[in-house]
Structures are given as C-alpha cells and as structure tokens.
T-cell receptor
Framework: DAGVIQSPRHEVTEMGQEVTLRCKPISGHNSLFWYRQTMMRGLELLIYFNNNVPIDDSGMPEDRFSAKMPNASFSTLKIQPSEPRDSAVYFC????????????FGPGTRLTVT | GNSVTQMEGPVTLSEEAFLTINCTYTATGYPSLFWYVQYPGEGLQLLLKATKADDKGSNKGFEATYRKETTSFHLEKGSVQVSDSAVYFC??????????FGKGTRLSVIA
C-alpha cells in the first residue's frame, strides 16, 4: 500500500512567489496534519484536519499561510508570498483519527526560498 | 497544557553500547506516550507507544516504560547498531488533542 504522498519533494523559489505543497493521505485515514521542521524551531504543528474540516490552525505562522482539504484524498498548503524564513522541510501526516492513533508521515517537501 | 521534555543531543555512542534517552512529560488527564524515529532524509515513523501507566512499549530492541509516578517515558536499547543512527522524538497526546513532540535527540552510533 502507498504511504502518504507529498509533492514536490524539493522546491526552490524566489522571495515573493507563491508556493503550493501537496499531500495525498493514506486511504481511509480521517485525520491529516501539516508540520514544519527547522533546525531552529524543531517540529511544529501548523494545522490539522478531521474529516476534511480544519480543527486547529493556531500553528499557522501568518496569514501568508493557508491550507485546504477539498476531499478525503487531497490537501494543499499554500504560502503566498513566500519569504526566506519559510525555508524548511514541510511534512504531511495522516492517521485513522485524532488522539492516540499512529500518525504516518510523508517523506516531506524541502522548501528553499531565496 | 501538555508538554514533553527530552534530553538534548547529540548523543554519540559506540556500536553495542547501551542507550538511554530521557523523556519527561506534563499532561492533563491520562496521556498516551510515544517514541517516533526519523532516519536521515525521511519523515518520522512510530517506534513504540504505551497507552497507560506501567505499560511497556517495545520494538526493534528498543523499550520504554510508562512511569506515571515520575512522569517519564525513557527510551532504552541494550546494544545499539550503526543503523540506529537517527533523531528520536518523544511525544504525547491526551483525549483528542494532537501529538505534542519533544525537540528530538540526535543519536550517532559509530562502528
């Protein structure tokens, strides 16, 4: 079975450009999570969805960040406009539900904003 | 609120050495506790978990016991291998809250 799929794996863009990261969760999973990982701040939860509905977006750093989940098999994280400090690895994870269920992480998207 | 504190790395060990990575937590209610591992260039993956006090989680030679009296969930392995080199994250959740992760501990095992 395919795990969590993220695209692109690497993204290099210039400051001010729009960036869209994509995630396909594991089929049958009801919860989806977006994380950001940097050396300075570690692993941060940005937003999570349950049954396609955003539950908590308090981790989204600024209004430049937005996330959508139009259906159970697809989610996007958009940064507009991007800034150099957004450079990080962005992970998507999915699970059967909230709480103590195992989260399955995708391979991540390494974003570099120059 | 919920929080996890784990020992700062990096930790460098020789092959076959004993490993302990300390993790303590603060939580409301009765949390479930986890260790996740991140190998270079990959996402995190679940290593083991424990859902109630005195439970022991184990996997791939790693163990951790849920100690409510000391609010701890220390990760141990009796004999590490080079292939265990990775970053290890302690995490918890209670109720339907999302996972709260520690900052991670980098382990390097040298032959």
């Amino acid at each position: 079975d395919a795990g969590v799929i993220q695209s692109p794996r690497h993204e290099v863009t210039e400051m001010g450009q729009e960036v869209t990261l994509r995630c396909k969760p594991i089929s049958g999973h009801n919860s989806l999570f977006w994380y950001r990982q940097t050396m300075m701040r570690g692993l941060e939860l940005l937003i999570y969805f349950n049954n396609n509905v955003p539950i908590d977006d308090s981790g989204m750093p600024e209004d430049r960040f937005s996330a959508k989940m139009p259906n159970a098999s697809f989610s996007t994280l958009k940064i507009q406009p991007s800034e150099p400090r957004d450079s990080a690895v962005y992970f998507c994870a999915s699970s059967l539900g909230q709480g103590a269920y195992e989260q399955y992480f995708g391979p991540g998207t390494r974003l570099t904003v120059t | 609120g919920n929080s996890v504190t784990q020992m700062e790395g990096p930790v460098t060990l020789s092959e076959e050495a004993f490993l302990t990575i300390n993790c303590t937590y603060t939580a409301t209610g009765y949390p479930s506790l986890f260790w996740y591992v991140q190998y270079p260039g990959e996402g995190l993956q679940l290593l083991l978990k424990a859902t109630k006090a005195d439970d022991k989680g184990s996997n791939k030679g790693f163990e951790a016991t849920y100690r409510k009296e000391t609010t701890s969930f220390h990760l141990e392995k009796g004999s590490v291998q080079v292939s265990d080199s990775a970053v290890y994250f302690c995490a918890l959740t209670s109720g339907n809250t999302p996972l709260v992760f520690g900052k991670g501990t980098r382990l390097s095992v040298i032959a």
